[in-house]
């Protein structure tokens, strides 16, 4: 595959609605430089595919313009936009055999028989088929169709390619293989990726940045790590790794930090991160493993909790406790091999520092 | 099999594996299963015996019919016997032997009245032959009149059925007949109801052999006045035949009288003695003179040619060929149709397999691609013919398409064709095609719109994105996936339309029509059923072969109707 330079897409206030009453996209502006795999990470419905139909051309924009390298392509056609496609199911031609399905969009460009039969050749190689150039798609594996699914997007040397949802259909362990493969490919070659899902390991594993969508907007555009740590709403903090939730009001702001009581009247210090002033509701975030067990005095957040379950996984145990009134506070404590002394029904003491729980958006 | 590979392999005995109750276990399974299929076989058998008798046993007819010849034969039994040894080569009608035998079958024939029914069995092959035996038919049972007057002149006795009895019946049955008669005449004087029949005529031992014709004739004189007639041999006078026959018999055999004793033996030897002087009649110039036809060697070919019991003559006048004497041969230029009918009917199927492929196709298309509610309604249109009768449908045709009809109306209302050059649009191939279609079209758009609704819409997608036009994404990626469907319409159609009676009949006209119509016409109007037999086995191998081809090309496993 040769070197090709990534396309640039960008969505200007794009809007779309299917039945004229509701918007399944709501303004959406989003800019994607060349190169970057970017990741459209929501639940189901919150209106990914149609983004990405929207930029593949069979779906019409309600409102909006979506540029690709700077060249509007609203009034373009699907075949002409020359963007690579990966669908969920595949749909490779079940009446060609993988040879054939990877030089169909050669053929159509009216590429030379002897270039065509090395392109294919080249693409086969790169997903490591190359002996199964001649077999039907039926007599793939899931896999393996896959894999020829992806070698066809990129055998015309696209700028960008999309995908939606390619690895749903794959069982866990073949689906983080494949997320590694692609990767690489997208390392190797430098293309544009827009990447639908709606698994957040997925996104956090290939993404250069993810864009999570909920209710056709986008909440949070960042790098995996930023997500993670600093999710801007709860939803994101939410639907990004395991997250606990206590809720509370704002007592006082001191800058970036800002001290929280909570509804049974514990004092917290968090990040300021996204509240509205003093006596405004607010939820607080916090990761399971940045919950300590041994406190001691210096540490920003202190408070005791009754521990209700605990499950042992091996490379941690999570334990689940009573803290401030919420009985769904998870820790988890790393299993470094040492003798603990923790009991189902203990009372125990906690403790966390400030900049590791987020002040964020109320939910109800 | 694996665990007794084993046991071979451990102590060289197959170990049989068994129930816990010690039975094998093979026979167990198998008593299991069997059970199964007996309540499988009660499921079905009501349908199956209605198919066997509805379905099967008509086509196992039909097939026979086709071959079946029997009528020759059974109808002239001792002409085809003759007739055999006759070399029609020689160009000259068979010799007296032959009209001999053709004179008892004849006087059989026409007291049975089946020799017209032979007339027209054997006209199938020869027009003409009808006209033969129904004019011969007239005048057979005066030929042997000549012999009858003269025996008569000769001893008043032979006109007595007494003495023909005497003659050529055997004591114990004239012993068995005086006692039925008299346990009737005594049922008779008590007024009580005598249902029993005269007990069955059997010839005098040694008659057979005296008089060969004679007994021959006299038998089946016998057994026709007994069967047919409800009357005895002891009250009717013979047929002419039968004096023929004594004729033939004492002339070839003066000592006939031998076999005989008494009054019987002195009666046989007088007649014996006269026949010599007897004035004689020839009966192959008697038949020639009813009609000159039977002095043509050719139609004693055909006679000849018909004799056995079973034929390929049906089949051949199928495809046009006839059996000569000379052997098979193709049929006069002017008198071939069926293979142009068959021809026909195979362009006209194929026209309206197309036609729906063209109309459907895109329907089928609609259907698949139209959101739920909408494609409902569409599939209610499509199903609407089926509610309706086919003859309603078909009358509904003729209205529009005449050229008084709505459409001719219209066109010449519209000025597009003027009031004298209105178009014909019955009662030729036109009206069966577009009829045909119409009526047709569902069974071509159902099995496209099964197929074409599991395909998913991203492949055109895929192959839109993959830079088709959308010409290309329909005719590469679209279009192939259909095939089956199309496969499937296509052989439903086909053969639907192959065997169609009904509309060609009503719209066809005379060049419209299929061989069903021909098929028809030979059952219900010209009674020629071997023919129409035939035509019938032609078509059905017609459509096999047809679907075996089918399947070596297109596969039956890619034909989907769902
Ligand atoms: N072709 C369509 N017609 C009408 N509504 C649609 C269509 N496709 C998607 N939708 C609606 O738009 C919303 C977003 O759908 P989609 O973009 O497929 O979400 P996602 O891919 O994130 O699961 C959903 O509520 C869905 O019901
Ligand atoms: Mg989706």
Redesign the interface.
Known sequence: MTETKGAAVRYENVQKSYDGETLVVKNLNLDIPPGEFLTMLGPSGSGKTTCLMML???EPATHGEIFLNDRPINNV???K?????V???Y?L???MSVAENLA??LQ??GMGKAEQEQKVKRALEMVELGHFGSRRPAQLSGGQQQRVAVA??LV?DPELV?MDEPLGALDKQLREQMQYEIKHIHDNIGVSIVYVTHDQTEALTMSDRVAVFNDGVIQQLSRPDVLYENPQNSFVAQFIGENNKLSGTVEAVEGETCTVRLDDGTMLKADAVNIDGVGSRTTISLRPERVEFDTHETMDNLVSGQIEEMIYLGDHIRVRMNVAGNNEFVVKVRNRGEKRDLKTGQTVEIGWAAGDCKALDAVA | MTIQTHADETNGTPEVLTTADGKPLKTSIARALRREKMRALLLIAPLLLFVIITFVAPIVDMLFRSVENQIVSTTLPRTVVELDSWDGTTGEAPGENVFNALHFDMTVAVERKNHTQLGTRLNYEESGISSMFRRTGRRVDDFGEIYADQFIDLNSAWEAPATWVSLMASPDWIAEQAAWVADRDAARANGTAFEQPEPAFAIREGVAEALPRTADIYQAFAEFIQTEDQDSPTEEEPWNAVYTGLHDDLLANPNAASAFSGETATLLSQAANAVSGFEKISLREAFIDADEDWGNPYYWGVIQTFSPSYTSGYFLAAADAELTPQGIQMKPEDEQIYLYLFWRTLLLSVTITFSCLLLGYPIAFLLAALPARSANLLMILVLLPFWTSLLVRTSAWKVLLQQQGVINDFLVWTGLVSDAGRLVMINNQTGTIIAMTHILLPFMILPLYSVMKTISPSYVRAAKSLGATDWTAFWRVYFPQTVPGIGAGAILVFILAIGYYITPELVGGTDGIFISNRIAYHISTSLNWGLAAALGVILLLAVMLLFYVYDKIVGIDNVKLG
């Open positions: 593949a051309g069979f056609q699907p075949h936009r020359g963007i690579g496609m669908f969920q199911n749909a031609f079940p009446h169909f969009p159509v460009r066809r997007a015309f999309l």
